[in-house]
């Protein structure tokens, strides 16, 4: 019980610690700034008054959400090894009795809580700039933003797992084209499956249904034409979605992390 405390403690301090020096950095700042800018033209558009624009405000919105908090995400997550190494912080921690799947962890944490307080500030400000253009899209916008949330589990997991296993840069490009295009290597693989037939077939179909798909959590599309929120046990099972593949990709950061020699 003593056990589980400690190490509990020990991961708050490392969530802690990461949190002010990513904030000391100043990266949400320039978030914030690029949505002003992105989503403050539409408003003016939208003031011009053109008739049936709302929707497509909402979809532009929505879309500078989703593509900024991703990246955000992405980078984030690729950079918290890397740095740690590069500057040599991390060696004198790992020398402490600390376990490395608690370090890995705490900076799963540390991108997951940062990608969703950029999440948060853009949300915030998307809703007010929508609810002064006249689009606000309704109770649906929470769901669209709690999804996108979920979403950063698996993404930041993975991006962590790429930037073990590859350069920094190569992590970054190959998580954001995963995380941004990933839907469209889905539907090509579902495309290519009735032309293919017996080994082919089945190995395909193996990968599309492995793959994680995180088109799953994007609402964009709903929240701009305003639908009524999703069930809530379709969230549920989103939630469930999010925490297994958080996981997987986690343990397999965890086993490339506890092999290096550092």
Request: charged share 15%; aromatic share 10%.
């Amino acid at each position: 019980m003593n056990s589980r405390i400690s190490r509990r403690r020990q991961i708050q301090v490392l969530v802690w610690s990461g949190l002010l020096e990513s904030v000391r950095r100043k990266d949400l700042y320039v978030v914030a700034l690029l949505s002003l800018v992105g989503m403050g033209g539409g408003a003016v558009l939208a003031g011009i008054g053109v008739r049936g624009f709302e929707i497509f405000f909402r979809d532009v919105s929505l879309a500078v959400i989703n593509t900024l908090s991703v990246l955000l995400c992405v980078w984030l997550a690729c950079r918290q090894f890397p740095e740690e190494l590069q500057r040599k912080t991390l060696f004198p921690l790992l020398a402490r009795p600390v376990r490395r799947f608690d370090v890995l962890t705490a900076k799963l944490v540390v991108v997951w809580l940062l990608s969703g307080l950029g999440l948060t500030l853009m949300g915030l400000l998307a809703a007010l700039v929508l609810a002064v253009a006249g689009a606000s899209p309704g109770p649906i916008f929470g769901q669209f933003l709690l999804l996108r949330f979920l979403s950063f589990g698996p993404i930041g997991s993975l991006s962590i797992l790429l930037s073990l296993l590859t350069s920094p840069a190569a992590a970054v490009i190959v998580s954001a084209l995963l995380a941004l295009f990933g839907s469209t290597f889905g539907r090509t693989l579902a495309d290519a499956v009735p032309q293919l037939t017996g080994p082919e077939e089945w190995l395909v179909k193996a990968a599309y249904f492995t793959l994680p798909h995180l088109d799953l959590f994007d609402l964009a599309q709903r929240t701009a034409y305003a639908y009524p929120p999703i069930p809530a046990g379709s969230v549920a099972l989103l939630i469930g979605y999010s925490a297994a593949y958080t996981a997987l990709f986690l343990a397999v950061a965890s086993r490339r992390f506890q092999g290096m020699r550092l």
